[in-house]
């Protein structure tokens, strides 16, 4: 844990792509690793995480910080949840927003919306906004197959300086469970956001 490093902040944002089990293992590695994470969760990522796992997680932000904040008490990182049209939140203005934001998963909708600047809610414009500011912003895209349209948002964002970082785990570190695919793509993220972890161990490393 690096609780003796300055202290990073992350937006996280989760929609409703397939995959929502790839943005919570984020928050939780996050918050391992001291980082204060805004988090973000469409309306549709909420009912794909009633549909993909045990949790019913609270659709009010202050609900959702208190519990996820009860859950990860453990952890030296701090979670803000945000709601859809919180104008205010830290992550809408390039005054405020951190200096890295990941959404993961990413839905073709949303990816859509960031190539189109369409920012009709929270998780939009902040995405907008590391654009705009040129911070890093990385899109856990999830889609299968991928037609003209979501190729070319795709382009235009990589274009535009996002790292498109596609849910597909690779096989080489002999995955023995469905948390091991899992662990996989966020600890290629973790890589990213430059954050320590232990999840999948460098290639050259043994
Ligand atoms: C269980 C479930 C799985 C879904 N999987 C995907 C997916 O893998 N990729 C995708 O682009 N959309 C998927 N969708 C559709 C999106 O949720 C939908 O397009 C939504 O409008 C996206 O909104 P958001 O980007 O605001 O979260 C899924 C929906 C459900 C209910």
């Given at each position: 844990m690096s609780t003796d490093k300055q202290q990073k902040r992350v937006t996280l944002a989760i929609t409703g792509?397939?995959?929502?089990q790839y943005g919570l293992r984020l928050l939780e590695c996050l918050l391992a690793q001291n980082c204060a994470v805004d988090l973000l969760i469409s309306k549709a990522a909420h009912l794909v995480i009633e549909v993909e796992t045990p949790e019913k997680l609270p659709a009010n932000a202050d609900k959702l910080t208190e519990q996820l904040s009860e859950r990860y008490a453990h952890l030296a990182g701090k979670v803000k949840a945000y709601g859809r049209?919180?104008?205010?939140?830290?992550?809408?203005?390039g005054s405020g927003a951190a200096s890295s934001m990941v959404?993961?998963?990413?839905s073709g909708g949303t990816l859509s919306a960031l190539a189109t600047g369409a920012s009709n809610n929270l998780i939009e414009r902040a995405g907008d906004v590391a654009l705009k500011e040129k911070r890093q912003l990385i899109l856990v895209t999830r889609e299968m197959p991928l037609h003209q349209v979501h190729l070319e948002h795709m382009l235009k964002l990589a274009q535009m300086g996002a790292v498109i970082m596609p849910a597909s785990p690779g096989f080489y570190h002999q995955p023995k469970s469905v948390e091991d695919l899992i662990d996989f793509v966020v600890a290629r993220v973790m890589d990213h956001l430059g954050l320590d972890q232990q999840l999948v161990a460098k290639w050259g490393e043994s």
């Open positions: 792509a397939t995959g929502v049209e919180d104008w205010f939140a830290p992550a809408a203005s959404v993961c998963p990413c």
